[in-house]
Structure formats: structure tokens, C-alpha cells
């Protein structure tokens, strides 16, 4: 199939298909003879591995190293996946962590300030940005 075809297969831009192609995560494409790219049901399944991981939150590194592991099932461990899989976990969740900080911070910063037509040399929000020696919030 052409690339478009498979484009529109996957719910993708034809973009996207050459991006992953560039950058090594889906097999190149073999050519015809009038220079179109042309995909097998092979690549199809590559680009739904491919999207999933994505979807689910792993980099395209952590794709690429899913990708490798998968094509050499003999030569890996299920713990190496589980290994791969954890530690995105634990990046997550530091990352949701850090997340809920701003959140906390920014509604204390909000909630003290009145909000109203004042002039902004008083604000509360800006004086503790302001504040070098005191953390925010």
C-alpha cells in the first residue's frame, strides 16, 4: 500500500509515517519503480507498536529500545521490559508530583491575592516572587 493509504489506515499524517521512517523506528519502505513508498501489513503492525507505546507515554527512545527487544524476543528478558516499563512508571509519577507542587503553589499564590482593580505595586502574588529569601510557597 502507499503511504497515504496507510496514513489514513493508521489515522496518521503522511508526515508522521516518514518522521518514525527517518528516525529508525519503522523499517524503511520499500520504492516502486515510479519512486512511491510502498508498505507492507509488516510496517502497518510496526506503526500500531509504535502508537501504542506513544500513547501510553514512552519517548521515542524507550520506543526504540521496545522495538529492538521485540525483534530480538530470544535475546531479552520479560524482566527487561518490566524494567523499562517501572521506570517510565517512576518518571511519571515524579513528574505528577511535581505537578501537584505547582498546583499547591499557584492556588495559595491565587487565593491571597484579591484579585481587584488595585494597583499591581501591592500585589501579594508579585511580592512573593519578588522574595529571594523566601522559597515560593
Not at 4 to 26: F, P, Q, V
Not at 97 to 116: P, V
Amino acid at each position: 500500500m502507499k503511504i497515504g493509504e496507510l496514513a489514513k489506515r493508521l489515522d496518521i499524517s503522511t508526515d508522521t509515517l516518514r518522521y518514525y521512517e527517518k528516525h529508525g523506528l519503522l523499517s524503511f519502505s520499500e520504492r516502486s519503480e515510479a519512486g512511491y513508498r510502498i508498505y507492507s501489513p509488516k510496517h502497518e503492525q510496526q506503526m500500531q507498536f509504535i502508537l501504542r507505546a506513544k500513547a501510553v507515554g514512552f519517548s521515542l527512545k524507550e520506543i526504540q529500545e521496545l522495538l529492538a527487544i521485540k525483534v530480538d524476543k530470544q535475546l531479552h528478558s520479560c524482566g527487561e521490559v518490566k524494567q523499562l516499563t517501572l521506570q517510565k512508571r517512576q518518571i511519571v509519577r515524579d513528574k505528577i508530583a511535581e505537578l501537584q507542587r505547582f498546583e499547591k503553589s499557584l492556588s495559595l499564590l491565587a487565593d491571597a491575592c484579591c484579585g481587584g482593580p488595585e494597583l499591581a505595586t501591592g500585589c501579594s502574588i508579585l511580592t512573593t516572587l519578588e522574595a529571594a529569601d523566601d522559597p515560593v510557597i
